[in-house]
């Protein structure tokens, strides 16, 4: 049995946060879609951060999307998941995962879903592939607003679900 290395907490994340959780997101801007400092301010209780000693090394939050499926048995997003590179493949990410989907669960929904450039680590999770066409509102939505890609179905971010 492998011990982990990096001894850390997860928590629901506090206003003070804020600042480094914005910088966490825009040192992975190339994996996350870019959030401004009142965005994230605005959205802070769904945020879930983990701390090792008084460093701030992981963040991940959720939005819901009644509009997708059933509004009684919503999807729910999972985005802006992010640990710090040193402190990676310890665990860090995998417990915010399962910290946020504790958090959302309180809603009652019937699935989590991602868009993401990490798969592996999502199917370790749990998580499997479904066609990005299931997520079209997502698409034309969240996808609109990124300037990486021309074309939301040509860019390489695969879609992901886990069913509750
Ligand atoms: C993806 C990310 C959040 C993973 O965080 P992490 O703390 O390293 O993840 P964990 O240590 O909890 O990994 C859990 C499992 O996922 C899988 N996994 C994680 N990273 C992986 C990788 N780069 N390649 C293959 N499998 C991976 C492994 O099975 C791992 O278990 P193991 O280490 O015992 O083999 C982190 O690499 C990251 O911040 N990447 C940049 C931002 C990003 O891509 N975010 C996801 C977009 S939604």
Redesign the pocket.
């Known amino acids: 049995m492998s011990e982990n290395k990096v001894k850390f907490i997860t928590r629901s994340a506090k206003l003070v946060d804020a600042e480094k959780i914005f910088a966490l997101i825009h040192l ?1 801007r190339d ?2 879609v870019p959030r401004s400092m009142g965005n994230i301010v605005e959205n802070i209780d769904r945020f879930t951060v983990a701390v090792s000693g008084s460093d701030i090394v ?1 963040c991940a939050t959720y939005q819901i999307h009644p509009e997708i499926g059933d509004a009684e048995a919503a999807t729910v997003e ?1 985005q802006s ?3 710090r590179a040193p ?9 915010l995962i399962e910290a946020v989907i504790a958090k959302a669960s309180a809603v009652d929904p019937k699935e989590f879903i ?1 868009l ?3 798969p ?2 999502f199917t ?1 999770l749990g998580f499997v592939e479904i066609p990005k066409t299931k997520v079209m509102h997502k698409l034309y939505t969240g996808c609109i607003n990124c300037t990486k890609h021309k074309n939301p179905f040509t860019c390489p971010e695969i879609a992901m679900v886990r069913r509750v």
Request: glycine share 12%; net charge positive; charged share 15%.
């Open positions: 992975n994996q996350l992981g999972i998941v992010a640990v402190y990676r493949r310890n665990g860090v990410g995998k417990a991602v993401t450039f990490a592996e680590f370790s």
